[in-house]
DNA sequence: CCTATAGCCTGACGGC
DNA sequence: TGCCGTCAGGCTATAG
């Protein structure tokens, strides 16, 4: 589940359940490819400290670690693949399956990160303006100075299909496979069109679609039953028909993902 | 420089 | 029932 709207639900939720409570254990239940660094260093830096504040670039999440003052700045890193998510609680029962990292706060309650495919990322670092620029990750899709002009800036000169320009973490940092069909589907354009074939105006729109398709999941904080039906999402899987004009929805592979679209209201444009 | 493709990881589901 | 292929909202490395 984790694009954009995704994370930074999962950024609040962790804000509002899991500050300032000191972290007594850590626990890794095979974690080994989700980790960068050596398992007991993990343990190491976060045992003892807790969690101060919360910032997400596009589906990074990072928490920032309070604590003794002779250590240095330091951030948690969450990346939550294709299957993650976070889950707190307190009785031990309700821990969930495939929990990777599990953390016991000193009063009682647990934070997990949990998935079941081992896609994500966990780490330590000491910089995250650093960290993204070493991932060399584009701008958040909704990062205030990412505008209109910035936006056409990054589009400028590009061949790639309009769905594989929208996924681009390099290019623009937060949207997937589903909020890319999104976008696509609500400012009609084809998910193989061509970037550089679009007229100015489908840019833009696409640019505001955007922001708005993004802000508006994550009002919803990013459930899928909660989006309006007149968005293609709910209606996105076989047999699914499109909620503006009732036409059968088509999939097309496009780099290898499956791009949901409305065959009807998204006409290929030929470059 | 650019874009497209395989591979990583694990489980669910449908067809034979 | 078991096996096999395909698919799943990720990213990176590599080929063209």
């Known amino acids: 589940m984790p694009e954009l709207p995704d994370v930074e639900a999962m950024r609040q939720y962790l804000q509002a359940t899991s500050l300032h409570q ?3 254990g850590v626990e890794l239940h095979a974690a080994e490819v989700l980790l960068e660094d050596e398992a007991r260093e993990l343990k190491k830096e976060l045992v003892g400290r807790s969690f101060a504040s919360t910032r997400r670039h596009g ?6 670690l309070d604590g003794e003052e002779d250590k240095a700045e330091a951030h948690l890193v969450l990346h939550f693949g294709m299957t993650g998510g976070l889950k707190y609680f307190q009785e031990l029962e309700d821990e ?28 330590v670092i000491d910089d995250i ?12 899709a909704l990062d205030s100075d ?13 061949r790639a299909m309009a ?21 696509l589907f609500q400012t009609g354009v084809h998910p193989r069109t061509k970037i550089n074939s679009l007229d100015p105006e489908s840019l833009e729109d696409i640019f505001h679609t955007m922001k708005k398709v ?25 047999d699914g028909r499109c909620p503006r004009c009732g036409t059968d929805l088509e999939r097309v592979k496009v780099s290898s993902r499956s791009a ?12």
């Open 22 to 24: 000191q972290i007594e």
């Open 59 to 64: 589906k990074y999440l990072f928490v920032a």
């Open 146 to 158: 990412f505008d209109l002009a910035a936006f056409q800036e990054t589009a400028d000169g590009r």
């Open 163 to 183: 769905k594989s320009f929208l996924m681009d973490q390099h290019t623009i940092a937060g949207i997937g496979n589903v909020y890319s069909d999104e976008i």
């Open 214 to 238: 993004l802000q508006e999941a994550i009002e919803v904080q990013a459930q899928p039953d909660q989006l309006p039906e007149s968005f293609i999402i709910p209606h996105r899987h076989e």
């Open 129 to 140: 303006d650093a960290f993204i620029d070493r991932r060399e990750l584009g701008p958040d």
């Open 96 to 123: 969930p399956e495939y929990d990777r990292l599990l953390l016991h706060f000193a009063h009682g309650y647990h934070l997990a990160y949990q998935a079941m495919r081992k896609l994500g990322e966990i780490q």
């Open 260 to 271: 949901y679209f409305c065959p009807n209201r998204q006409q290929k444009k030929e470059t």
